[in-house]
């Protein structure tokens, strides 16, 4: 067992073979590049999530609306299950690449002095709350945080998710084949979340929904 790790939070596999404990961060504004390789070096669980982009498919350059919804639908499952921390800019591979290509496709409103990192965080929150329908701006945070990887600087995205009392229900936009018309029809579907030990998500159905919630 790693002993540089406090034994609180949830225990996690290193690269090395180690069995060590996930770092719970308690003020997210304190929150170092240092402490970002820390995560990396462990394997994603319950508490932790890598995501490599949160919009631009960093192999073609597209901005794709589905890599927002895979984001957006980890913190609701942190906000049904345990909380935890979302890593932007961090492949499933464990390598830190960073949101550079998220930034440089941002446009900021100059008339409001606004830098590109500052649309991104807005874009980010404003993602969040319109799928989530968040009532408490104090159960997530999001941050950036800049270091350097093998001599680049490279710029990561740091969402700390809280674990709600309510239960949250994200918005889907589903496609429907109408009966007799065969016309196609687009409708939203609240689905409800939550992150298993093995680092998925999961849908809880309406049919097993209130059993969930009576025993967690």
């Known amino acids: 067992k790693n002993e540089e790790f406090p034994k609180y939070g949830h225990e996690a596999r290193f690269t090395n073979g180690d069995i060590g404990f996930i770092k719970q ?3 997210v504004d304190k929150i ?3 402490d970002i390789i820390e995560l990396v070096a462990m ?3 319950q508490k932790l999530e890598f995501k490599e982009t949160f919009s631009v498919d960093n192999k073609t350059g597209d901005k794709l609306k589905c890599l927002k919804d895979a984001t957006v ?3 609701a499952a942190f906000m049904n299950t345990v909380g935890g921390t979302i890593l932007i800019g961090v492949s ?3 390598k830190i690449i960073g949101i550079e290509r998220d930034l440089s496709i941002t ?3 100059p008339k409001k002095k606004e830098t590109r990192e500052d649309y ?3 874009s980010v929150e404003e993602q969040i709350n319109a799928r989530l329908h968040i009532i408490d701006p104090r159960s997530f945070d999001i941050i950036l ?6 001599g680049d600087e490279k710029t990561v995205c740091v969402i700390q998710v809280k674990k709600v009392k309510k239960p949250i229900f994200m918005d889907v936009e589903m496609m429907y084949t109408e009966c007799g018309t065969n016309k196609q029809i687009k409708k939203k579907r609240q689905i409800f979340y939550i992150r298993t030990p093995d680092s998925k998500v999961r849908e809880i159905d309406a049919r097993n929904l209130q059993e969930h919630l009576e025993n967690n």
């Open 25 to 27: 961060i308690l003020d």
């Open 32 to 34: 170092t590049f240092k």
């Open 43 to 45: 394997d994603e669980n």
């Open 73 to 75: 639908k980890e913190v």
């Open 92 to 94: 499933n591979d464990k």
């Open 107 to 109: 446009n900021p409103n």
């Open 120 to 122: 991104f965080l807005r």
């Open 145 to 150: 945080v800049l270091g350097k990887e093998n």
